[in-house]
């Protein structure tokens, strides 16, 4: 097992919530790497990785990550964590003899604020495989979306070694407006800022995987919806 933490935060100016999220992590004792674009290995990453280079271009950070953090993975192994989750207790004992590892954000869909791997996981290897050559031939662009159409349509987490928790776990927050109190078995808190909504050309990620007719009915509907 590596017992490692890794994030990662792409642009100029972190929100407090983040630095407040990694400093509760290194005052809990924890070993982490905050990747950033200074990192000559992303900006490789990302240059040799279409989907994730024209993200980059358009502005489109999250989905960005959505692609590092999986290279982060395979190349290092460890805890990848969103900047805004918290720490409630040592995550590390659930990932014992496990080479991938993520959990349940709601009932039927699998979270990506949280994945552990191994670098040589089969599974951490189709996930990236799929960003690198086929994601321009699916409708798929949602990490979450693409994390369940594997392990669990797909079934890729019978192929190996790998854990998928209840909500409980990970994903406790579900944005209670008052009164959130976190369950017993509440290791991680995903806090939500779904800083994705807030990116522009959103149409492009619509539309990747259609032809010249169906990009340009998603972009009318897109700019010119009510």
Known sequence: MIKRIHAIWLGNKMPPLAFVCIDD????GFDYTLWTEKNPLLQQWISECRF???CYDKGLLAFVTDYLRLKILQHEGGLYLDVDVTIQQ??????DNCLFSVGYETEA???TAAI???PHSTILNQLIQFYENDIY????YMGPDIMTHFLIEKALSNTESSQLYPVAY???YQGEPMHFEKPANA??????????KKSKGLVFLKSKHMGLLGKFYVWQKYFFRT
Do not use: I, R
């Not at 040592?90 to 990932?95: N, Q, Y």
């Not at 290791?187 to 994705?196: D, P």
């Open 25 to 28: 992590w290194k005052k809990q």
């Open 52 to 54: 994730a280079k024209e």
């Open 90 to 95: 040592d995550p590390f004992p659930l990932f």
């Open 109 to 111: 869909l699998l979270g």
């Open 116 to 118: 552990y791997a191994e």
């Open 137 to 140: 031939q699916s409708p798929l």
């Open 170 to 172: 990970f994903y406790n």
């Open 187 to 196: 290791y991680l808190t995903h806090w939500f800022q779904h800083s994705w």
